[in-house]
């Protein structure tokens, strides 16, 4: 177990590495120029003088190695440096936004558990009985709606014809059940789908037959194997909808206004503010890595025919 884990922190330090230098290449490539961006902000004519004299204050002027190699310095010493922007610290910025991220990631999944887990195990049991076909009918509909029209229905009927919900901001509980409805049916009518299906494929296994030949009691079956056996599936997905969500769902945090790190990298991109884009793009290499390998450990202790190929 540890020369895995070791194994996966070089893994890690290498890709970040190369990550962090392409995104720092293509970052230069793309049209526009942050200066400007800075100084034209309150629509005041500038001089070419002003601009060099910013952008030469920025480091703007230096060769591209020398700009990655005094961002991986102060990133040693834990400096992401400051928005371009609001010359506050990115760190700062970015503490202030991800509780907002995380308390949307948290609603998110709880509305997509509360649906996804009951849904997906009855029509598993139930298979080609009416709950089956509803949820089949569920996931097609669910998984066809796009999240912004489906976010866009949530605030004309409940927001702004019945009033029961605000429509944007935030401000508390109420200002998080729509972007988190949203965001947890489109995940629920995936998940629902590949539960009902792994549990039918787990229930057909060998050792469920035996078990069920021993006399177990069917409850303990279903909890201790049949369940334990179809999570490899459901947790590689959720890996991948934990990343997303974390990472910012830039499409409802900005139709919800919701000021989370979707909204935030999407206004820095806009103005193209590096430091911030370079911060997104680390928290995000390193938090999706990281979630990949707590879940490539976990498939060791829940399956374990995967930790004896291992050793093999």
Not at 278 to 294: D, H
Request: net charge positive; charged share 15%; hydrophobic share 50%.
């Amino acid at each position: 177990m540890l020369r895995l884990f070791g194994k996966r922190l070089l893994e890690l330090l290498l890709f970040f590495l190369l990550l962090s230098f392409v995104s720092f290449c293509l970052l230069k490539m793309v049209p526009g120029d942050p200066v400007r961006s800075i100084l034209r902000i309150d629509d005041v004519a500038v001089t070419n003088e002003q601009i060099e004299a910013m952008r030469s204050e920025l480091g703007l002027d230096l060769p591209l190695l020398t700009q990655y190699g005094q961002w991986l310095m102060k990133l040693a010493h834990f400096d992401l440096g400051n928005s371009y922007l609001t010359n506050r610290s990115v760190i700062s910025e970015f503490s202030q936004k991800l509780p907002y991220t995380l308390l949307l990631t948290g609603g998110s999944l709880t509305v997509m558990l509360l649906i996804a887990v009951p849904l997906g195990t009855i029509s598993a049991i139930y298979r080609n009985r009416w709950i089956d076909r509803f949820s089949r009918i569920f996931s097609l509909i669910g998984s066809s709606i796009p999240s912004f029209w489906l976010g866009l229905l949530l605030i004309e009927f409940l927001a702004v014809k019945l009033g029961w919900l605000p429509p944007m901001g935030e401000g508390g509980v109420a200002h998080l059940i729509l972007p988190s409805i949203t965001l947890g049916l489109a995940m629920s009518a995936v998940y629902v789908r590949l539960i009902r299906s792994s549990l039918i494929e787990s229930a057909g296994q060998d050792f469920i037959t035996s078990a069920k030949a021993r006399g177990i009691h069917p409850l303990r079956i279903y909890v201790l194997h049949t369940f334990r056996h179809s999570l490899v599936p459901l947790l590689t997905l959720f890996s991948e909808s934990l990343g997303s969500l974390l990472g910012g769902t830039v499409v409802v945090e900005v139709l919800f206004a919701y000021p989370g790190l979707g909204k935030w990298i999407v206004d820095a991109i806009a103005a193209r503010d590096y430091p911030i884009i370079q911060a997104y793009t680390l928290f995000m290499s390193l938090f999706i890595v990281g979630i990949n390998m707590c879940v490539e450990v976990s498939y060791r202790w829940i399956n374990p025919e995967i930790a004896l190929k291992g050793k093999r």
